[in-house]
């Protein structure tokens, strides 16, 4: 009994000593932190060395004298104090991940990507943060090998790796003429040939071309540029376009240049058309793909770039086509999107109004893209929402169906086409600026459907599955307009997509409106249509129809009209069946209810296929309607 009291005694002691202990490791890993940030490294590190003086065994101290050491470019040290926190945890991402840089700053590619691959093993959630340091790795390496290979060439005394030594050497001479300066970078343009000469540019210092020539820099920089300073921004232009084509090192080291960052949009918009046409063209080598846009999102402020891109539309033009090439890149990008969503209301739609208000005076064909971009970028819920909610930007769309609307070109029926487009994705939205709209809006779609573009017709049929249900006003008066008939007539010839939105909206509108209902008993002789459309492998047209039935069998004579046919079995079969939308075996179980009531002969029918216990289960949806 006493060695066991011994034991329980020591075992206490431990454990309040333990305590203590990591309570002032605690107290020492925060202050190392506070030194951290104030990018004292030396102090961080002094501070997490004397907390694990007080807990060995602490893996925050470990990944975090890690991240000091990393600072302060003690690349083995890191190292050794991921490997204790791995001791710790064996899962410790952060551990690898500083490994992964530390190995990275050390040439170790290979060590650095075994590194964050086992990120992606612990974690493969986490496959974006894994692309990106896999990417930084592929690129150091390859950077590396590229100013290796120029350095052989520039020892072997390579005719052109000297050209381009000898013409940066010479375009550092201060204070010559603008004409000098100008004539030397054309030269040095015309011997970026391949890889080397563009990793020869860089490891010659070629960046600072702008950065230390103050003529140079004076005229890139001018906000109103004579003509010379105009041929000399053309051919900086025209220079970084060949230096970055395929080189991710050089384009990451452009646009880190201040005077790069800050002039890229003003030159956008400086209204001089070669120099216009060159920002597009270098801008596009970023855009063209993943990694080219991630850096322009990383380095550039892009809050302002949607309105200067989308003032290309009035461009007549390449530049148009190029500018939304660029607008068309970027919004596939979350960080770009995440951008917009500061500036859509005061920044983007006042600009992307005017455009569709002035259809006729601008690049059609680049305002039809415009509008489809803007219409992508809707995806985005928080920038759906501020356009939904701008009624500048509804009567702009409107009017520009009111222009284009007679007009035959295909220009202007792509512009119909996009803008209904954008129309369906901002009518995922409700507010009361769509409800008070509601009827131009129906109206419009209303003339669209005597237009001989199939395409025109089935977005302004989704167009109206939408804006129906905001108002039921709108309703009223498509259906005075005879919306029924010119849906049953749709959805006798049309394809999956017209369905879809045509049974939608007929849905809508047979939900409350009695006239609705009986246009469409006399429409649709026998239900043919919506029979047909129950067979449907798409649920959404099934319960739909399904629905419609149901709210038609009101109508005298509906119900007794479907007597020979087949519709007691399909509905039975929906109504029992196991589709993935509980809505299908609701509709279709009311439907069958109300037949039954409608008209009591169709019970014999369900009699016979063993259906009164599906019926009487869907009596309750019968009686709560």
Not at 113 to 122: G, H, N, S, V, W
Not at 439 to 467: N, Q, Y
């Amino acid at each position: 009994d006493g060695f066991l009291a011994i034991l329980e005694k020591d075992a206490k002691e431990r454990a309040e000593r333990r305590k203590r202990n990591e309570h002032l490791a605690n107290a020492l890993k925060e202050k190392g932190n506070d030194a951290f940030r104030r990018g004292d490294y030396a102090l961080a590190i002094q501070r997490y060395t004397e907390g694990l003086a007080k807990l060995k065994d602490k893996q925050e101290l470990y990944t975090n004298r890690a991240q000091a050491y990393l600072k302060m470019h003690e690349y083995e040290k890191a190292i050794g104090d991921c490997e204790w926190a791995l001791k710790c945890s064996e899962k410790c991402i952060k551990a690898y991940f500083l490994m992964g840089k530390a190995h990275l700053a050390l040439k170790h590619y290979s060590e650095s990507r075994q590194c964050y691959e086992k990120i992606l093993q612990i974690d493969p959630q986490k496959e974006s943060l894994f692309k990106a340091c896999r990417s930084e790795v592929d690129l150091e390496e390859k950077r590396m090998k590229d100013e290796e290979r120029a350095m052989k060439e520039v020892q072997s005394g390579t005719l052109a790796a000297l050209s381009i030594k000898e013409l940066l050497q010479k375009l550092d001479r201060p204070d010559q003429n603008v004409l000098y300066y100008t004539g030397g970078i054309r030269l040095l343009t015309e011997n970026m040939k391949d890889c080397t000469g563009q990793t020869l540019f860089r490891t010659n210092n070629g960046f600072s071309i702008l950065k230390d020539n103050k003529v140079v820099r004076r005229g890139f920089c001018a906000e109103r540029k004579s003509p010379a300073e105009v041929d000399l921004c053309v051919s900086l232009l025209l220079l970084w376009q060949a230096v970055c084509a395929g080189n991710e090192e050089n384009q990451r080291l452009l646009l880190t240049h201040a005077n790069v960052n800050a002039q890229l949009p003003k030159l956008l918009s400086s209204g001089v058309l070669e120099i216009q046409e060159e920002t597009l063209a270098l801008i596009s080598l970023y855009t063209e793909n993943e990694n080219g846009r991630r850096l322009l999102v990383r380095h550039q402020d892009l809050t302002g770039w949607p309105q200067v891109l989308m003032a290309f539309v009035n461009s007549t033009d390449a530049r148009a086509s190029s500018a939304m090439n660029i607008l068309s890149d970027l919004a596939e990008d979350e960080g770009f999107k995440a951008q917009c969503r500061v500036t859509i209301s005061l920044g983007v739609l006042p600009v992307f109004a005017q455009l569709l208000t002035s259809a006729k005076l601008v690049n059609q064909a680049a305002l039809a893209r415009c509008i489809g971009i803007v219409g992508n970028l809707c995806a985005d819920a928080v920038v759906r929402m501020q356009m939904a909610e701008s009624k500048e930007c509804w009567q702009a769309c409107i009017k520009l169906v009111d222009e284009c609307f007679d007009v035959s070109t295909p220009e202007c029926k792509e512009c119909v086409f996009a803008v209904l487009g954008l129309m369906i994705n901002l009518l995922l939205e409700s507010n009361g600026i769509i409800q008070n709209l509601a009827v131009d809006i129906s109206g419009r779609c209303m003339s669209l459907l005597r237009d001989k573009d199939g395409r025109i017709v089935t977005r302004a049929i989704g167009v109206l599955s939408r804006v129906l249900p905001a108002s039921s006003s709108a309703v009223e008066e498509a259906v005075k307009q005879g919306v029924v008939k010119k849906m049953i007539k749709f959805l006798k010839a049309g394809g999956e997509i017209t369905s879809h939105y045509g049974i939608k909206t007929l849905s809508i509108c047979t939900r409350s409106n009695r006239q609705a209902q009986e246009d469409l008993v006399k429409s649709d002789k026998r239900f043919s249509v919506l029979l047909k459309l129950l067979d449907s492998e798409n649920e959404m047209i099934v319960g739909n129809a399904a629905f419609c039935l149901g709210q038609c069998l009101v109508v005298p004579g509906a119900a007794t009209s479907l007597l020979n046919s087949n519709v007691v079995m399909t509905l039975l079969k929906h109504a029992g069946g196991d589709a993935t939308r509980t809505s299908v075996q609701e509709n279709a179980a009311v439907a069958l209810g109300k037949l039954c009531v409608a008209e009591p002969r169709h019970i014999f029918q369900l009699r016979k296929l063993n259906g009164l216990a599906i019926l009487n289960s869907s009596m309750k949806y019968v009686h709560s309607t």
